[in-house]
């Protein structure tokens, strides 16, 4: 037996729920157990498109309004924050997982696939590491920290962004403290050493502003086709999506169809789409249409298995507080009322 087909196999035998659903639709199984009531919503209208529909969650799971909409609505998770280097491991060699068992517990718990986020990025990083100048030291810092996080979580995790953010908008790599003391190896070393602890995770590259065709989505393209060449253990690649309203790059389909060619699957991973305040009747429609566009794009390419909104509802989103005046970007308002851009998503998905 292959590798590749003991992954495979191992993956769906811990599929339960929402998971087993998604793999039936994904396996040409035609999914009749599905109740009208799930169908209406996000993640069992993707399911029988053989897709997952995922949310980002924080400290969140104690509040019972927001844990309704997540658990009836959503059959994915990724945590926001809890999985981040200053979240794990805030000082050197001191781990702490805590936070992040409780969201990976609560979704293994209901049959949802946990994306987990991040391994290597620049942000969220602790002084200790960004201020490591010796080549050695900041390798075996790297080897350690992919090793320690990746290794707790190994079963229960499905997909890993194992690098994030590493291009800037003109293709360039950002200089962050990995790639100007490492050079460009860091990021297929990171994704080795992370096949190495968890051979059944698939392994993702995430990045923003990578959804059209452009310089930074070019750079990443060239970088997914020499790994692949080479067999850097890539899996997987995240299109971010934290859109602007009426503004879906035109070519979304054709770049994340570009990408599914070279073999690996595609993702959108932190889907939001702000408008300016206040919100009216106008702009909620646009995001609805905008909304169905982004899963129409990821219907339209096989092997696009995933969708994540960035939090559940506008009161836990991260927009307000980074783009003065906009916001409204999800699903459900402040409120957690379904805005129209729920009815819309799930149509689109063929519920
Ligand atoms: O941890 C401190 C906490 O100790 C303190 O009490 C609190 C007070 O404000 O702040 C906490 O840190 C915040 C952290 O989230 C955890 O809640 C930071 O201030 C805040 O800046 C941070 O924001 C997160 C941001 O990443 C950081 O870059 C957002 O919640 C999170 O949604 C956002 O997510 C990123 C993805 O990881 C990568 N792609 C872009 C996306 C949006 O920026």
Known sequence: MTPTRTRSRRRVAFLSGWSALAVAAAAGVVVTALPSSAAATLGGAAAAAGRTFGAAVSDNLGDAGYVDILDSQFSGITPENEMKWDATEAAPGAFTFDAADVIVDHARERGMAVRGHTLVWHSQLPAYVQAIADPAELRTAVDRHITEVAGHFRGRVEYWDVANEAFLDDGSRRPS?????????????????????????????????????????????????????????????GFQSHFVLGQIPADLQANLQRFADLGVEVQITELDIRMDLPADAAKLAQQAEDYATVVRACLAVAPCSSITVWQVSDRESWVPSTFAGQGAALLFDEDRAAKPALEATIAALGG
């Open 177 to 237: 403290v990995f790639q100007t003391v490492l050079g460009d190896g860091y990021i297929e070393d990171a994704f080795r050493t992370a096949r190495s602890v968890d051979p059944d995770a698939k392994l993702c590259y995430n990045d923003f502003s990578i959804e059209g065709v452009n310089a930074k989505s070019d750079a990443t393209f060239e970088m997914v086709r020499d790994f692949t060449a080479r067999g850097v253990p890539i899996d997987c690649v």
